[in-house]
């Protein structure tokens, strides 16, 4: 099962940032953030991980709190073309190649 | 570089009958990951080959499902006979091994198969 709480849906503005939030209250010490989405008709795509520092590439930022019992992915200036559902998804540092496990994600809708 | 691709995009059948799917992973991609979504569910994973040998398959649902990847390069999933419950849509996905000292894997997925069993 999924590590990870996240809010069914969200709407955002096209232009503005939109966040993302994901609760993983339990998420142990050897345990990565990762992010991934899944556009209408295709397959999951990776976003960003990381594992207590926040971190930033050309597709968002991922904010972890101190405690890191919780983040939060950052599109700094969604497009209609971000419309997706998000998935939050926690995996063991060492794990190496082990299977995904998708929750329910997050179905963000981008409006004009 | 060519991702990940999957044939068919869609197919119709009737229960009973057989159906392969194929996955075609990234080139040099020596981990292939099988997954599926059935209707209102989440994401699950079904198994996953490192190279042509299956690593774990403690997702695969029962026995009508049979998955191989020959030389380890694509890989097909059968499914015989199929029933309604198999309709849904089923992912591939492939990865580099982890190199030693590193430890992020990224999963590149293919558009998956739309599967309908009538």
């Known amino acids: 099962d999924a590590k990870t709480t996240q809010p069914p849906s969200m709407d955002c503005a096209e232009g503005r940032a939109a966040n993302l939030p994901c609760n993983h209250s339990t998420i142990s010490g050897n345990e990565y953030v990762y992010w991934y989405r899944q556009i209408h008709s295709q397959g999951p795509q990776y976003i960003i991980h990381?594992?207590?520092n926040n971190e930033t590439n050309e597709m968002a930022s991922l904010i972890i709190t101190e405690d890191r019992k919780s983040s939060t992915l950052i599109l700094p200036h969604a497009t209609l073309r971000d419309t997706a559902v998000y998935y939050c998804?926690?995996?063991?540092?060492?794990?190496?190649?082990?299977?995904?496990?998708f929750g329910k994600g997050t179905r963000l809708s981008v409006i004009a | 570089e060519a991702g990940v691709t999957q044939f068919p995009s869609h197919s119709v059948i009737e229960k009973g009958q057989t159906v392969t799917l194929r996955c075609d992973p990234i080139s040099g991609h020596d981990n292939l990951y099988w997954y599926r979504r059935v209707m209102g569910k989440e994401i699950k994973f079904l198994l996953h080959f490192v190279k042509e040998s299956k690593q774990d398959e403690s997702g695969m649902p029962n026995n009508r499902f049979l998955a191989e990847r020959t030389g380890g390069t694509y890989s097909t999933l059968k499914v015989q006979p199929a029933e309604l419950e198999d309709s849904g849509v089923y992912f591939c996905?492939?990865?580099?091994?982890?190199?030693?000292?590193?430890?992020?894997?990224?999963?590149?997925f293919g558009p998956g198969t739309r599967l309908l069993v009538l």
């Open positions: 998804i926690v995996r063991p540092y060492y794990s190496g190649n082990t299977p995904l496990v």
């Open positions: 990381g594992l207590k």
């Open positions: 996905a492939s990865s580099q091994t982890r190199l030693a000292g590193t430890y992020q894997e990224t999963q590149y």
